[in-house]
């Protein structure tokens, strides 16, 4: 296996070669570093490398394999970790002049249950500032690439995970998703990104977030992939009054059980978002697969209204209560638009915010009943194909004009609710770039999001499709 080929090998089998001796993850970890090298100065998707580290440690795990000492599933497989999770020892930023020299004390949840599986940390990936945004830049490390078209945004917040994962700089990467921000550059960058339950995967510690919205998951290239990872962070933690009771199961082993028999709808719009024409072909002409996965399918939309208002009011006064006793001291060193949408949470009220639960409580008993009539609900992952870098996004799709936020009105909701959700690829436009469709699970049932992902993906497999970023 060359070089290349061992930085695309997805880690389910990366681990079965490490133990079975056939490579070494001192091979993995120079291959990899080797063309992180030439890639990431492209795309900016590692805003730190851990290159001394990462090599110490295949060191001492092709010795624990050589030993035949017992071995983690992830024993010797590279895994990123998302610049707003803390790393022990290891510089994090969440991709602001704030922390710029910050060295947590203490590994998030996330990241010592991965070490611990036997997974190496090769970096941290670039996120917007606190991950408020869905593109990825910040005053401190500057713009994140697109690995399929470099004028273009791999999203946001996750987007240096994403970018990493599609260019083949690591298989495994650890993101974390608010409002959209695993499924969006998962669409973008053309790539699998699961976001599990809210409290599936505990958050602790870490920076200041969206805890009521906030998810941390898996993305990857290939769906068994994330369900491996999954069955590594998933299960309960004390930190995180929110963790949900782990579930006596696989989810690697779960990913081969289909989904016939089950119903499940697609909706174009969800009754109320504008789409790009060439989103809405790619993900109609990718939901046909499922008729021939043995499901019964059936288009149709929830009967729900679109929550923007109460999301917006919501985040932004999140942001503005845990941030704005920083703004007297390093706004000018912040992101412009951060800091207006700091601002712009000062003038709520908490009637205004009570308002906003009282309002979120409303959506999620809106599409209950959808959901106990669907198993699942297929939707486009987001409105409109990647755009151009430093652009916080269209304001008109489809000929209509819309809100800031619109582009992103299939993501959103799915916070509010706290459902599983994740992004396949459904296709590429005509220029070669990713379109995502977005599969949604009933209310805490992971394992169907990832049978029917893993399903489709044997159906329409996308592992072989590489982005041109070696020739740019």
């Not at 599990?196 to 958050?203: A, L, N, T």
């Not at 297929?378 to 304001?395: D, K, Q, Y």
């Amino acid at each position: 296996m060359d070089a290349m080929d061992l930085c695309y090998t997805p880690a389910t089998e990366l681990a079965v070669l490490i133990r079975e001796k056939k490579i070494s993850p001192v091979e993995v970890m120079e291959a990899l570093f080797s063309r992180l090298e030439t890639v990431n100065p492209k795309i900016n998707a590692y805003c730190t490398l851990l290159p001394e580290q990462a090599m110490e440690e295949a060191g001492r795990a092709e010795e624990a394999v050589a030993k035949g000492e017992k071995l983690g599933p992830l024993h010797g497989v590279p895994v990123s970790i998302k610049d707003l999770t803390f790393t022990k020892g290891v510089r994090t930023t969440g991709g602001s002049r704030i922390y710029e020299d910050f060295i947590p004390d203490a590994d998030a949840i996330v990241v010592e249950r991965l070490k611990a599986a036997g997974a190496i940390v090769v970096g941290k990936t670039n996120t917007p500032e606190f991950g408020w945004k869905g593109v990825t830049d910040n005053p401190l490390f500057g713009i994140t690439r697109n690995p399929w078209d470099l004028s273009k945004t791999p999203g946001g917040s996750s987007g240096g995970a994403g970018a990493a994962v599609a260019a083949g700089l690591g298989p495994l990467a650890v993101g974390g998703d608010g409002g959209g921000s695993i499924r969006i550059p998962a669409s973008f960058s053309g790539i699998f990104g699961h976001k599990p339950s809210f409290g599936r995967v505990p958050q602790y510690p870490g920076f200041p977030s969206w805890e009521t919205l906030g998810h941390t998951g898996p993305m990857t290239r290939t769906v068994r992939d994330s369900a491996l990872m999954l069955d590594v962070i998933a299960g309960p933690h004390d930190g995180d009054r929110h963790s949900l009771p782990r579930e006596q199961l696989s989810y690697l082993e779960e990913t081969g059980g289909g989904i016939k028999g089950l119903r499940v709808a697609w909706s174009q719009d969800l009754g109320y978002a504008p789409v790009d024409s060439v989103v809405r072909e790619v993900t109609s002409s990718a939901v046909k697969v499922f008729s021939g996965l043995g499901c019964e399918l059936e288009e149709a939309d929830p009967d729900i209204e679109n929550p923007e208002r109460a999301f917006g009011i919501m985040v932004s006064s999140d942001t503005s209560a845990k941030l704005m006793d920083k703004v007297d001291e390093w706004g000018e060193k912040m992101d412009p638009m951060l800091l207006m949408f700091i601002q712009r949470g000062q003038k709520y009220s908490a009637v205004d915010l009570q308002k906003a639960n009282l309002q979120r409580s409303d959506f999620w008993h809106s599409i209950l009943p959808f959901f106990q009539k669907y198993d699942l609900l297929l939707t486009p992952t987001i409105a409109v194909p990647p755009f151009e870098v430093e652009n916080m996004g269209p304001r008109e799709i489809d000929g209509v004009s819309v809100s800031p936020t619109g582009w992103l009105n299939f993501t959103f909701p799915f916070n509010f609710t706290g459902q599983p959700a994740a992004n396949v690829p459904a296709g590429w436009t005509e220029d070669g770039l990713p379109i995502g469709l977005q599969i949604i699970g009933r209310r805490h049932d992971d394992v169907t999001v990832l049978r029917a992902a893993a399903a489709f993906e044997e159906a329409a497999p996308w592992l072989q499709r590489r982005p041109p970023v070696d020739r740019a």
